[in-house]
Nanobody, 127 residues
Framework: QVQLVESGGGLVQAGGSLRLSCTSS????????LGWFRQAPGKERDFVAS??????????NYADSVKGRFTISRDNAKKTVYLQMNALKPEDTGIYYC??????????????????WGQGTPVTVSS
């Protein structure tokens, strides 16, 4: 079982920045692709960004809505994946979930591709 724990969420004004972190204790952390999703109240869980396992050279994938504003990165030594969020907008508000994929997909982006999920951390962007 892979446990994922998110942190770093909070309340921020539009135009501000936040950095989310997701830490795991799994021994083979570098072998997992990792992703961030978000879910606004009453809406489906949407893809935000993903980063490939260590053998992919750090390949990344982003939703069009966050390209140029968000950056996903990972530190395998710390078993942590980050999501740096800049130029935040009110529509970025939601619960942000970290997820892990162990398989052949380089930069997965579908909810169904991810095997393990964190409990989520809330992000609220005020206008």
């Amino acid at each position: 079982q892979v446990q994922l724990v998110e942190s770093g969420g909070g309340l921020v004004q539009a135009g501000g920045s936040l950095r989310l972190s997701c830490t795991s204790s799994v021994r083979t952390f570098s072998g997992y692709a990792l992703g961030w999703f978000r879910q606004a109240p009453g809406k489906e869980r949407d893809f935000v960004a993903s980063i490939g396992w260590s053998g992919t050279g750090g390949s990344t994938n982003y939703a069009d809505s966050v390209k140029g504003r968000f950056t996903i990165s990972r530190d395998n030594a710390k078993k942590t994946v980050y999501l740096q969020m800049n130029a935040l907008k009110p529509e970025d508000t939601g619960i942000y979930y970290c997820a892990a994929h162990f398989g052949i997909a380089t930069t997965p982006w579908l909810v169904s591709e991810f095997d393990y999920w964190g409990q989520g951390t809330p992000v609220t962007v005020s206008s």
